[in-house]
């Protein structure tokens, strides 16, 4: 079975500074996708960014970035530039043909 | 910005009862999803829908649940029996894609169970 690994339950951020949230995952599938999804707490989960396994270049979308390694089975999400609005829980998921599985997630504060 | 709806927000129920949530997915998406988050916990993959049929389902997806498409646009998630542990935050998606290519799933804002 696949399991995802968020280890850090909490982390806190300067808001203007960087911060990286941590994720590994287990799996035995060589074609996958990877999400980190945002909730904050109004609830409602948003996708971040997505990751095709396939692909070996790291997904970018504006101030997220990934930093994923296949054979470390890793799969971190970096925030720069951290504004008062990132602070929510964040999820790691991994998707096989009709299953999304999350992290425990990480609660991510920011100080302004 | 089309969206994935669910109602109710809120439901209490006594232990024994049946309740039904439902969902709007996107009108345009095929495949649909249930999730549960006990509060403080990880979200639960329970099920998912393609085609009229159950794609996959999770442990937790006994005989207590069932789900279902009862017309062009609502998912429904029945719960049977409902007991306290089914206390959560139950929440629907659906995607464009599924199976092998998958795109995004999106999320309604969930609606939260009390079984007391």
């Known amino acids: 079975a696949q399991t995802v690994t968020q280890s850090q339950p909490e982390m806190s951020v300067q808001e203007a500074e960087t911060v990286t949230l941590s994720c590994t995952y287990d799996?035995?599938?060589?074609?996958?996708?990877l999400f980190w999804y945002k909730q904050p707490p109004s609830r409602q989960m948003i996708l971040v960014i997505r990751q095709e396994a396939y692909k070996q270049q790291n997904a970018t979308e504006n101030r997220f970035s990934v930093n994923f390694q296949k054979a470390a089975k890793s799969f971190s999400l970096k925030i720069s530039d951290s504004q008062l609005g990132d602070a929510a829980m964040y999820f790691c998921?991994?998707?096989?043909?009709?299953?999304?599985?999350f992290g425990k997630g990480i609660t991510l504060s920011v100080r302004p | 910005e089309p969206e994935v709806t669910q109602t109710p927000s809120h439901q209490v129920t006594q232990m024994g009862q049946e309740v039904i949530l439902r969902c709007v997915p996107i009108s345009n998406h095929l495949y649909f999803y249930w999730y549960r988050q006990i509060l403080g916990q990880k979200v639960e993959f329970l099920v998912s829908f393609y085609n009229n049929e159950i794609s996959e389902k999770s442990e937790i997806f006994d005989d207590q649940f069932s789900v279902e498409r009862p017309d062009g646009s609502n998912f429904t998630l029945k719960i049977r029996s409902t007991k306290l542990e089914d206390s959560a935050m139950y929440f629907c998606a659906s995607s464009e894609r599924g199976g092998a290519s998958t795109g995004e799933l999106f999320f309604g804002e969930g609606s939260r169970l009390t079984v007391l």
């Open positions: 998921a991994y998707y096989t043909p009709f299953k999304l599985t």
């Open positions: 799996t035995s599938e060589s074609d996958y996708y």
